[in-house]
């Protein structure tokens, strides 16, 4: 099935409802698509698992960001399979997976979403950088006085931190040496 057949014929709001917690993954199955065909749920589940991968650099870059004392959290709009990416990536040895739209039931650009964060955090929007891929968030954040950068890659991040002052010292893990030298940190 094409990208397209698949957008023609799937539920148009079954996967929003399950990101926001309003379904469970099995009532996601049976609405997946609009003629509630059976659908593989496990089959999309290994397909998402096995896509879960950092991007280059990041890893370092997010150790880097914790050896500095930077405080970080996930803002996604994901639900609850964001166990899987927690169990493949181990991203809560950088961040805390504060808030997911599984939890709040709210989503991303929603502006709502972001002044709860920051009454969660207590903190200043002008405070809070705020990382995105897709522009369209950034810009909500930015709406907010949230500081709001567009990630487009390793690189270019770390040098839109610095120009933030923010301190991306340390092992940077640009090369496989490096990356196993971390992980080894990180063992038992």
Not at 28 to 51: I, Q
Not at 131 to 136: A, G, L, S, Y
Not at 165 to 184: R, V
Request: aromatic share 12%; net charge negative.
């Amino acid at each position: 099935m094409s990208m397209k057949e698949l957008i023609d014929c799937k539920h148009p709001t079954a996967w929003i409802e399950f990101e926001r917690g309003l379904i469970n993954e099995m009532e996601l199955a049976r609405k997946f698509f609009k003629d509630e065909r059976p659908f593989d749920l496990e089959g999309l589940k290994n397909c998402m698992r096995r896509g879960y991968s950092y991007v280059e650099g990041f890893e370092g870059l997010l150790h880097a960001l914790k050896q500095n004392s930077y405080e970080m959290h996930a803002f996604t709009n994901y639900p609850i399979w964001y166990e899987m990416i927690e169990d493949k990536l181990k991203l809560s040895s950088y961040l805390s997976w504060s808030f997911c739209s599984c939890f709040t039931g709210k989503r991303k650009p929603e502006p709502e979403f972001y002044f709860d964060v920051l009454r969660h955090l207590d903190v200043e929007p002008g405070s809070c950088i705020f990382i995105d891929d897709r522009m369209r968030n950034v810009e909500a954040a930015m709406d907010v006085g949230i500081v709001g950068l567009h990630f487009k890659d390793v690189n270019m991040l770390r040098q839109d931190l610095a120009m933030l002052g923010i301190d991306i010292s340390g092992n940077k893990c640009n090369n496989n040496e490096d990356l196993a030298e971390l992980e080894q940190e990180h063992l038992p």
